[in-house]
């Protein structure tokens, strides 16, 4: 059994920064491509960043130059740094994980609150 939790989330003006981070636990043998994703009230789960075990990166247009992707394969962790926050980045964030013959799974997600 593996399990992703998220950190970091809050309330935050805008043109404020919040790191989220995600650490994976459980039996890991490795993991591939990692992401973050949001979904804001009334509106699907979008792609926010995601990030392949070479470390090359995919960004949402509307995150481009302000949202940062990273990971750590050795802690499995992926971490999002926002910068430049906006009213509009408000959403529940959710990171995933597709591991190694286990396959796709989620974090229960964390919420992220921008005030004008």
């Known amino acids: 059994q593996v399990q992703l939790v998220e950190s970091g989330g809050g309330l935050v003006q805008a043109g404020g920064s919040l790191r989220l981070s995600c650490a994976a636990s459980?039996?890991?043998?490795?993991?591939?491509?990692m992401g973050w994703y949001r979904q804001a009230p009334g509106k699907q789960r979008e792609l926010v960043a995601s990030?392949?075990?070479?470390?090359?990166?995919n960004y949402a247009d509307s995150v481009k130059g302000r949202f940062t992707i990273s990971r750590d394969n050795a802690k499995n962790t992926v971490n999002l740094q926002m910068n430049s926050l906006k009213p509009e980045d408000t959403a529940v964030y959710y990171c995933?994980?597709?591991?190694?013959?286990?396959?796709?799974?989620w974090g229960q997600g964390t919420q992220v609150t921008v005030s004008p």
């Open positions: 995933n994980a597709n591991f190694r013959l286990i396959g796709l799974r």
């Open positions: 990030i392949t075990k070479d470390c090359s990166t």
């Open positions: 459980g039996i890991i043998f490795s993991i591939n491509a």
